[in-house]
């Protein structure tokens, strides 16, 4: 991964100072912040459209805040506070796996559980944030928060390839099984599918990637991204194809626009925060459109 980054680079940076390319990317950590758009767009786009189908939109948003516990122990425990993987990982996967073992054993239901162990996390979070304020500068839990495209490094883009080449594998081998167990989890179950597996399987997958996404789009926001784009596609979608490609598009194109567009406009604001409202405007057409084919419905022929 180092390498093809490396004999990109000086590339785009000569095609932007020639003119070709948006002046912005003649800057590495601009560059760095778009190659991971380019791999974050269509993983998250993709998640997203099983987090839909599995009405877990608001776990996305635990984990988001879980990542903000992980980040304050990690800098307790004397991890880097710019890249505390470990102790951000390891709590959010706990956090996550916690979660789908309760719900496997015992009647509540997800809201409720996602509910109960948001608040713990937040909990947690709030107890040891004080401790942390006093070791780094408060404003470096902003970035953990909202996202900044200044402190993505080569380590981040690593672990955010390694992530994604996981996601990627683990979607394609089971996708179409975890689609079927999200619909009529008994008939999955007849035809020999482990429905609880895929449980782990997915919560794992939204966990691992939610986490490599906070230092772009934000622990705040980061749910925003799995769903808007996939609450989009299912406005133009008539196949499951077609929400699964519209939502990886919709997601890849968010991220790409609300990174470039503000560097070469010079608004100054969060990443996250740009690329969500990008979203949000695709999200706000695709409504259009569909309200148009509905209310007239020559409209859907062209």
Request: aromatic share 12%.
């Amino acid at each position: 991964m180092i390498s093809i980054y490396n004999s990109i680079m000086p590339v785009v940076q000569r095609l932007a100072e020639s003119g070709w390319l948006p002046e912005s990317l003649k800057y590495a950590f601009v560059f760095n912040s778009l190659v991971a758009a380019l791999i974050l767009g269509p993983v998250l786009g993709g998640i997203g459209t099983l987090v839909v189908t599995k009405r877990l939109a608001f776990f996305s948003q635990a984990i988001g805040n879980a990542a903000l516990t992980g980040v304050a122990i990690g800098i307790i425990l004397g991890e880097p506070y710019t890249s505390p993987y470990v102790s951000l990982f390891s709590f959010c996967i706990i956090f996550g796996m916690a979660m789908v073992f309760t719900k496997n054993r015992t009647k509540m239901t997800t809201d409720t559980l996602i509910a109960v162990f948001l608040c713990i996390s937040l909990a947690i979070g709030a107890c040891i944030l004080l401790y942390v304020t006093a070791k780094v500068n408060v404003h470096v839990l902003d970035n953990v928060l909202f996202g900044s495209i200044l402190t993505v490094n080569e380590l981040d883009l690593n672990v955010l390839f390694v992530i994604s080449f996981i996601c990627i594998f683990c979607g394609l081998r089971f996708y179409n099984r975890m689609v079927l167990s999200s619909f009529n989890p008994n008939l999955a179950r007849v035809r020999g599918i482990k429905v609880i597996f895929l449980d782990y399987l997915f919560i794992l997958m939204v966990t691992i990637i939610t986490v490599a996404s906070v230092k772009i789009i934000g622990a705040i926001l980061v749910e925003a991204l799995l769903v808007i784009p996939a609450a989009s596609a299912r406005n133009l979608s008539r196949s499951m194809r077609g929400f699964f490609f519209y939502s990886a598009t919709f997601s890849t194109l968010s991220c790409v626009i609300g990174i470039v567009v503000p560097m070469e406009l010079e608004i100054p604001v969060p990443s996250g925060g740009a690329i969500i409202l990008v979203a949000a405007f695709f999200f706000a057409v695709t409504t259009a459109i569909r309200w148009l084919k509905q209310a007239y419905p020559a409209f859907g022929k062209i």
